[in-house]
């Protein structure tokens, strides 16, 4: 006959659990409470931190460390790229302005090059109107005695 286990080895190996080993590995006091295994309870509630407690903090500690961490180092890059950001922007602009000045100053001189060209024409203009009148004025009169002698030889 085979030698009889007790029952949490033999849920183990059956891979059932039972009550008793459900409530002597719950870390609820609650659970424990049940079947009266109160006194392991405060034990372990006044006794130092396990060495799973320690891990677990520190690695909880460790993670928070790591989170923070990559937190700040994402608020560098977001401030840095920001700021890059930002640079490049107002370069762009600066650059338009002077562009854009460049191009208004270029636009003035041109047309107070044409506006003076204009001034220059009209002069020219007024000019050879002013001969065209008297040259008028002088054939008209050579043609009016012309016209007036002629008349005369007829009559």
């Known amino acids: 006959?085979?030698?009889?286990?007790?029952?949490?080895?033999?849920?183990?190996a059956t891979g059932?659990?039972?009550?008793?080993?459900?409530t002597s590995k719950?870390?609820?006091?609650h659970l424990n409470s049940m079947t009266g295994d109160t006194s392991e309870q405060e034990e372990s509630q006044n006794?130092?931190?396990?060495?799973?407690?320690?891990?677990?903090e520190d690695m909880e500690g460790a993670q928070r460390k790591r989170r923070t961490a990559n937190k700040q180092r994402v608020t560098k890059a977001y401030a840095k790229a920001q700021a890059d950001?930002?640079?490049?922007?107002?370069?762009?602009?600066?650059?338009?302005q002077i562009?854009?000045?460049?191009?208004?100053?270029?636009?003035?001189?041109?047309?107070?090059s044409l506006t003076d060209q204009k001034a220059r024409i009209e002069k020219?203009?007024?000019?050879?109107?002013?001969?065209?009148?008297?040259d008028y004025l002088a054939s008209?009169?050579?043609?009016?005695?012309?016209?007036?002698?002629?008349c005369k030889e007829f009559r």
């Not at 059932?16 to 459900?22: E, G, H, T, V, Y």
């Not at 006794?47 to 677990?56: A, V």
């Not at 020219?124 to 008297?134: I, V, W």
């Not at 009169?141 to 002629?150: I, N, P, Q, S």
């Open 124 to 134: 020219a203009m007024r000019e050879k109107l002013g001969d065209m009148r008297r």
């Open 1 to 12: 006959m085979a030698p009889r286990r007790n029952n949490a080895t033999n849920s183990r």
């Open 26 to 29: 719950s870390p609820s006091p």
């Open 47 to 56: 006794s130092p931190k396990t060495k799973m407690q320690k891990l677990m």
């Open 85 to 96: 950001t930002r640079a490049s922007i107002n370069a762009l602009f600066d650059n338009h």
């Open 99 to 112: 562009q854009t000045a460049e191009a208004y100053d270029a636009q003035i001189s041109r047309l107070k």
């Open 140 to 150: 008209s009169g050579a043609l009016k005695k012309v016209v007036e002698y002629r």
């Open 16 to 22: 059932q659990l039972s009550n008793a080993d459900i």
